[in-house]
């Protein structure tokens, strides 16, 4: 590879000729169509006398594992060289056994870094003041972040070049690498996290005789052709990052809580364990006629699973918040990130038009038969409450789609009731209240205070415990 003597100030070189007695030159070569920069001094003769790192050059005495960590930063930043042989002060002092130590830098791109780099470094030998230097050159990746394997796609293991040394990337630099390489689709991109188990995906896709090998795995979206995890992977991982946080609240609004959980892990446990909590509260009203009995629910269990797996198959991953349930006394509310897909209408899906935001997941959950047909969740949601008095209803916003599932057998508290809020509030601060604190918050007498007791534990707002001076109450599950 030629180099060529960029042209630079008179004044310059005259400076440099007067105090030191050496010349100090720029040599330029192209790597991957960009021009690396080598400082080199020279004497009056023009022999190389030592040589100097920079942003695009880097300078090794002998051989070591670090190395690896150079080529990563070249290859995720401009490119560079890298000379072994050569001090860090800029002295050449060339290398032994050349061809071995060419060997080892080879089996070492191709063992320890990923993706495969190997197709954008060049090893030669090279020959200064008499004595063999090792030049490795480095074109910028077209597949970064490139990372070392035994670290992988986190700090620790990408590296970028950060004037003449090479810093750990950022989390937010990693994303960005990987986003403009693997462009705008989440699940595609490949995940940051890449020690990922599959337990509960394994134990799911067993249960519905269906394959998951290594090779469905990369037919899924799981892992990439280069069997690097994608987000795919991530999503349906026992390591899965996102959550769903479920709350109960007394009445109709937040004041109160009851109840809170956080479901987290793969997102068929979070399923699971949602659905599950959502039926333990789902409480069931007996009506007969003549001597039939029927059994109604306050929340149809078909709505209130197409609504979770829509929560979850459809929302925004690339956002980091939870996908939110609140159960009030009267409703659930369904709450997931994203919004519908830009260009999507309320109105367009509510009539059955469907565009999955996440390709991949819907169509594991199609495989897995946890959905019909795409378009078919809000159509039976509706179906659901077909000729009841009450009707669920739909609200997209940028940023968030929720769904409310009207409570069948909920009446809204009346002025009566409301009464009793004040005393409810006292649970958002302590878990068992007394008379004299409901004395005290309403304002009132020792007989009124029992009364107001008596009236909430008969509408079972509340469960009296103990007797006696060591009466307390607490809110009622």
Same mark, same amino acid.
């Given at each position: 590879?030629?180099?060529?003597?960029?042209?630079?100030?008179?004044?310059?070189?005259?400076?440099?000729?007067?105090?030191?007695?050496?010349?100090?030159?720029l040599?330029?070569?192209?790597?991957?169509?960009?021009?690396?920069?080598?400082?080199?001094?020279?004497?009056?003769?023009?022999?190389?006398?030592?040589m100097?790192?920079?942003e695009t050059?880097?300078?090794?005495?002998? @051989?070591?594992?670090?190395?690896?960590?150079?080529?990563?930063?070249?290859?995720?930043? &401009?490119?560079?060289?890298? @000379?072994?042989?050569?001090?860090?002060?800029?002295?050449?002092?060339?290398?032994? +056994?050349?061809?071995?130590?060419? /060997?080892?830098?080879?089996?070492?791109?191709?063992?320890?870094? #990923?993706?495969?780099?190997?197709?954008?470094?060049?090893?030669?030998?090279? !020959?200064?003041?008499?004595k063999?230097?090792?030049?490795?050159?480095?074109? /910028?990746?077209?597949?970064?972040?490139?990372?070392l394997?035994?670290?992988?796609?986190?700090?620790?293991?990408?590296?970028?070049?950060?004037?003449?040394?090479?810093?750990?990337?950022?989390?937010?630099?990693?994303?960005?690498?990987?986003?403009?390489?693997?462009?705008?689709?989440?699940?595609?991109?490949?995940?940051?996290?890449?020690?990922?188990?599959?337990?509960?995906?394994?134990?799911?896709?067993?249960? #519905?005789?269906?394959?998951?090998?290594?090779?469905q795995?990369? &037919?899924?979206?799981?892992?990439? /052709?280069?069997?690097? @995890?994608?987000n795919?992977?991530?999503?349906v991982?026992?390591?899965?990052?996102?959550?769903?946080?479920?709350a109960?609240? /007394?009445?109709?609004?937040?004041?109160?809580? !009851?109840?809170?959980?956080?479901?987290?892990?793969?997102?068929?446990?979070?399923?699971?364990?949602?659905?599950?909590?959502?039926?333990?509260?789902?409480?069931?009203?007996?009506?007969?006629?003549?001597?039939?009995?029927?059994?109604?629910?306050?929340?149809?269990?078909?709505?209130?699973?197409?609504?979770?797996?829509?929560?979850?198959?459809? !929302?925004?991953?690339?956002?980091?918040?939870?996908?939110?349930?609140?159960?009030?006394?009267?409703?659930?509310?369904?709450?997931?990130?994203g919004?519908?897909?830009?260009?999507?209408?309320?109105?367009?899906?509510?009539?059955?038009?469907?565009?999955p935001? &996440?390709?991949?997941?819907?169509?594991?959950?199609? #495989?897995?038969?946890?959905?019909?047909?795409?378009?078919?969740?809000?159509?039976?949601?509706?179906? *659901?409450?077909?000729?009841?008095?009450?009707?669920?209803?739909?609200?997209?916003?940028?940023?968030a789609?929720?769904?409310?599932?009207?409570?069948?057998?909920?009446?809204?508290?009346?002025?009566?009731?409301?009464?009793?809020?004040?005393?409810?509030?006292?649970?958002?601060?302590?878990?068992?209240?007394?008379?004299?604190?409901?004395?005290?918050?309403?304002?009132?007498?020792?007989?009124?205070?029992? +009364?107001?007791?008596?009236?909430?534990?008969?509408?079972?707002?509340? *469960?009296?415990?103990?007797?006696?001076?060591?009466?307390?109450?607490?809110v009622?599950?």
């Amino acid at each position: 590879m030629a180099f060529k003597k960029v042209d630079i100030s008179k004044e310059a070189v005259l400076f440099r000729f007067n105090r030191y007695q050496k010349w100090l030159f720029l040599y330029s070569t192209t790597i991957s169509d960009r021009v690396v920069l080598e400082v080199v001094e020279t004497d009056r003769r023009g022999g190389i006398m030592r040589m100097y790192e920079t942003e695009t050059v880097e300078l090794k005495e002998i @051989y070591t594992p670090d190395l690896k960590k150079e080529v990563v930063a070249f290859a995720n930043t &401009n490119g560079g060289a890298i @000379y072994i042989g050569v001090k860090d002060d800029g002295e050449i002092i060339g290398i032994d +056994n050349s061809d071995f130590v060419m /060997q080892q830098i080879s089996s070492a791109l191709v063992d320890s870094i #990923r993706p495969d780099v190997s197709m954008f470094t060049s090893i030669e030998l090279v !020959r200064k003041l008499d004595k063999n230097i090792i030049k490795l050159t480095v074109q /910028q990746g077209t597949k970064k972040p490139y990372y070392l394997q035994d670290k992988g796609l986190k700090p620790s293991g990408v590296y970028v070049r950060n004037g003449t040394t090479s810093a750990p990337a950022s989390e937010d630099a990693i994303r960005m690498m990987i986003k403009m390489t693997d462009g705008d689709s989440f699940e595609n991109n490949r995940s940051i996290v890449q020690e990922l188990t599959f337990s509960s995906l394994s134990k799911e896709m067993k249960i #519905r005789q269906l394959e998951f090998s290594q090779i469905q795995m990369k &037919n899924l979206g799981i892992l990439s /052709q280069d069997e690097i @995890y994608t987000n795919m992977g991530l999503l349906v991982s026992d390591q899965c990052k996102h959550s769903i946080k479920f709350a109960v609240f /007394q009445g109709l609004d937040k004041l109160v809580f !009851r109840d809170r959980k956080e479901f987290t892990g793969s997102i068929f446990d979070q399923l699971s364990d949602a659905f599950k909590t959502i039926d333990f509260y789902n409480s069931t009203m007996a009506t007969f006629h003549n001597l039939l009995r029927t059994d109604e629910r306050d929340y149809p269990e078909d709505a209130v699973r197409e609504a979770l797996l829509n929560a979850v198959v459809h !929302r925004e991953y690339a956002f980091s918040g939870s996908t939110i349930i609140n159960l009030y006394s009267n409703r659930i509310e369904i709450i997931s990130l994203g919004g519908l897909v830009s260009g999507m209408s309320l109105e367009a899906a509510i009539l059955g038009a469907s565009q999955p935001r &996440n390709e991949k997941l819907a169509n594991l959950f199609y #495989r897995m038969k946890l959905i019909e047909a795409y378009g078919t969740g809000i159509s039976k949601i509706i179906s *659901s409450y077909k000729g009841l008095p009450v009707q669920p209803t739909f609200e997209n916003v940028e940023g968030a789609f929720r769904v409310i599932l009207p409570n069948i057998h909920a009446q809204s508290l009346n002025s009566v009731e409301e009464k009793y809020l004040p005393v409810l509030r006292l649970f958002e601060k302590q878990k068992e209240i007394t008379r004299t604190d409901v004395e005290k918050v309403l304002g009132v007498g020792t007989t009124q205070a029992v +009364n107001t007791l008596k009236e909430m534990i008969s509408k079972e707002l509340i *469960s009296k415990v103990g007797s006696g001076r060591l009466t307390r109450y607490i809110v009622r599950l």
